[in-house]
């Protein structure tokens, strides 16, 4: 049960993320089932972001485990884009980050 509920807390969280990003000019594709590296994959003038997305109900930033960092940056690096972990506070803020150089992005 507790897994179900998270899966579906994440689900929203990335279609919070996908609309953030649509509105800004993004295209954006959602991966089926979250099975991948990123959740999401978003392009826009020449730019391509795969997206994993965090998200916590608590007031601190969401962490990334070695391996889920590992698998992103190889996707993204297969697929020739930037691997971006985006973070969705408990009050709906959304942050990106690069996992190659641990800047913050914007969209």
Do not use: C, H
Not at 24 to 49: E, H, P
Not at 52 to 76: C, D, F, G, Y
Request: aromatic share 6%; proline share 3%; hydrophobic share 35%.
């Amino acid at each position: 049960m507790v897994l179900r509920n998270k899966f579906r807390i994440g689900v929203k969280k990335e279609k919070i993320v996908k609309k953030k990003l649509e509105r800004r000019g993004w295209k954006v594709k959602q991966s089926s089932a979250s099975r991948g590296a990123s959740d999401l994959i978003a392009w826009k003038n020449g730019r391509k972001w795969f997206i994993q997305v965090k998200s916590t109900i608590k007031n601190k930033e969401p962490t990334m485990r070695a391996a889920e960092k590992r698998r992103l940056k190889i996707q993204a690096s297969k697929g020739k884009g930037i691997p971006v972990k985006a973070t969705v506070t408990r009050g709906q803020k959304i942050r990106f980050y690069s996992l190659r150089t641990g800047r913050r992005l914007k969209p």
